[in-house]
């Protein structure tokens, strides 16, 4: 039996982690059973499962494994190879904002609440209906400016305890070193877009009607999605920064 090709076997493992073969464990196959699988070396499995990460369908966690990250039509429009997209990458964490110390910054939480994720959330933020979710308002502040507006949302059984206070400093830092836990990978897709009501509310858009819009899906390292954010901001503060390697 001839060899199979990290390409073949790329392409069988892209299809079935999409169609939720490995949904039950979150988890592929260790390297040895995928070896024995597609009489294939440990190389080739190595190529195809690299692939698979570099497009955000998996991700390796030592002591786990290679974790299935949820899949669903909305985060499956953003699988597509996450090492080349590094602007706006800190656009939503305080965290970063703060180490800029020639800038005035502030963050101002215009809402705060919990509910219930409904069938038109679940279809914007791919979270199941019925599970309970921080939903957020945060507006930064930047020289006196409102420039960036947050829309955050935080699926609660997975972080819980998330609080007004926290939300204003910096709930990537509440959950990876209060609640040590791991943030795998987090997809993002940038948009231009009409603005809407709460972008005119709570942005300083000028003569702008059109808002840039970072839209982020975060998992953990148990490839469970556990946030869904929409970073709006003002187009003429946007600045594309790539640098293509040949």
């Known amino acids: 039996m ?4 990290n390409k073949d076997i790329y392409q069988e493992l892209k299809q079935r982690v999409i169609n939720g073969k490995y949904n039950i ?3 592929l196959p260790t390297e040895e059973s995928l070896i024995a699988e597609f009489n294939a070396s440990r190389y080739a499995i190595r190529e195809a499962i690299k692939q698979l990460s570099d497009e955000g369908l998996v991700y390796s966690v030592k002591g786990k494994g290679v974790v299935v990250l949820e899949q669903t039509p909305k985060t499956q429009e953003i699988n597509l190879s996450l090492r080349d997209i590094n602007s706006l990458q800190n656009l939503n964490k305080a965290e970063d904002l703060n180490k800029a110390e020639d800038l005035k910054r502030a963050t101002i939480i215009a809402d705060f609440q919990q509910i219930i994720v409904d069938e038109k959330l679940s279809h914007k933020t791919s979270f199941a209906v ?3 979710v921080y939903a957020i308002k945060r507006v930064r502040r930047i020289n006196n400016k409102n420039a960036v507006l947050d829309l955050n949302y935080f699926n609660a059984q997975i972080v819980p305890g ?9 709930i990537y830092s509440y959950i990876k070193d209060d609640m040590k836990m791991k943030i795998a990978v987090v997809k993002r897709q940038l948009r231009i877009e009409h603005a809407e009501q709460v972008d005119y509310e709570h942005l300083n858009l000028g003569i702008n009607n059109c808002v840039g819009n970072m839209v982020s899906f975060a998992f953990n390292d148990d ?3 556990f946030e869904y954010t929409e970073s709006h901001f003002i187009p003429d503060n946007f ?3 790539q640098i293509i390697k040949f």
């Open 162 to 170: 998330i609080t007004a206070e926290i939300a204003k400093d910096s």
């Open 25 to 27: 464990k979150m988890r």
């Open 239 to 241: 600045i594309f920064n």
């Open 223 to 225: 490839g469970k999605q």
């Open 130 to 132: 019925g599970i309970p």
């Open 2 to 5: 001839a060899e199979t090709t």
